[in-house]
């Protein structure tokens, strides 16, 4: 008899980082997650969406209910997606102006986080960017998305030995094991909220 091995099932993740700095290391994150996903966590598609072209939310810039294209097009993204990944740096004990301003847009009505299943990664000084996780946790309960809460990724960048290359990308064999489990975690979470 010939045994049948299911798949997992496949979710969309869209991954949004809170710097436009090309070799932040909060990007390396998100990169480092891509390949995690393709090579090691079954059933899982993320996706990078640049936040940099969204212009600064501005009411004015909405004309008879449209939304500028930069924004329609980030905001179909996010809609299209199973969960969201962020990878949030901490700027002065907060998220970033270009991830609230992201978060802002995507929230104005219809707002398409509600429902969805999130994962915060970090990376930075001395707490890794844990205040602004926890900023950003705040932020989602008003806009209805549902994080993970284990496991927590933090992780001080310039503690040794050395977890990102010179151009950004995450080296840290220990650092990658523990965000192969936040995405482990993200899978099977989304799955319960779909009840799937």
């Known amino acids: 008899m010939e045994s049948t091995v299911l798949a997992s099932p496949v979710i969309k993740v869209a991954a949004i980082c809170g710097s436009i700095r090309k070799a932040s290391f909060n990007r390396g994150l998100l ?67 270009p991830l609230k301003n992201a978060i802002d847009w995507a929230s104005r009505p219809p707002n398409v986080w509600a429902g969805k299943a999130a994962a915060i990664v970090s990376a930075g000084g001395d707490s890794g960017g844990g205040r602004a996780q926890y900023h950003l946790r705040q932020i989602g309960v008003f806009i209805d998305l549902h994080f993970i809460n284990k496991p927590e990724f933090v992780l001080n960048a310039f503690q040794p030995p050395t977890k990102f290359d010179g151009e950004g990308n995450l080296v ?14 993200l899978h099977k979470f989304t799955l319960r909220l779909q009840g799937r």
């Open 31 to 97: 990169r480092s997650a891509i390949e995690i996903s393709k090579q090691s966590v079954n059933g899982m598609q993320i996706e990078l969406i640049d936040v940099s072209p969204l212009p600064m939310i501005n009411t004015d810039l909405v004309v008879d209910g449209r939304f500028p294209p930069a924004v329609e097009a980030f905001r179909q993204k996010v809609l299209e997606s199973d969960s969201i990944l962020f990878a949030s740096p901490e700027y002065n004990y907060s998220v970033t102006p």
């Open 172 to 185: 840290d064999p220990e650092a990658k094991e523990k965000l192969k489990q936040v995405l482990q975690a």
